[in-house]
Structures are given as structure tokens and as C-alpha cells.
């Protein structure tokens, strides 16, 4: 058995491992960034469609 060949390999593929996680970890800290701003625009888009029911409202009692 040529162990120095095994090692090598090991090595060979425990980097290529460390590779594909390092990207895996931007690209979920990408997307993480991304849920954060959709969350915001959701949150923003709430409290106008809130405040435009509110002023359809007042208006609907004021022609009444």
C-alpha cells in the first residue's frame, strides 16, 4: 500500500472540501443579506398599504 500516494490524495481532496465550503458560506451570507433587505421592503410596503387602507377609509366616512 503506497501511503504517501493515500496522503497526498487526502490532502488533495480535504482541501478541495474546505474549497467548496468556503463558497458555500458566501453565498449563504449573500443570501442572507438579500432575506434582510426583502424583509425591510415587505415591512415598508405593510405599513403603506396600513396607512393607504387607513386614508381610503377616512375618505369613505367623509363622503358619507
Known amino acids: ?3 504517501n500516494s493515500i ?3 487526502h490532502i ?3 482541501q478541495e472540501i474546505d474549497k467548496i465550503q468556503q463558497e458555500e ?3 449563504l451570507a449573500a443570501a442572507e ?3 434582510v433587505i ?3 421592503k ?3 410596503l405593510e405599513t403603506t398599504i396600513t396607512d393607504l ?3 381610503v377609509s377616512a375618505l369613505e366616512t367623509n363622503n358619507t
Request: hydrophobic letters at 30%; one cysteine or more.
Open 1 to 3: 500500500v503506497d501511503y
Open 7 to 9: 496522503h497526498c490524495t
Open 12 to 14: 488533495a481532496a480535504t
Open 25 to 27: 458560506k458566501t453565498k
Open 33 to 35: 443579506g438579500e432575506i
Open 38 to 40: 426583502l424583509k425591510n
Open 42 to 44: 415587505v415591512t415598508s
Open 53 to 55: 387602507i387607513s386614508r
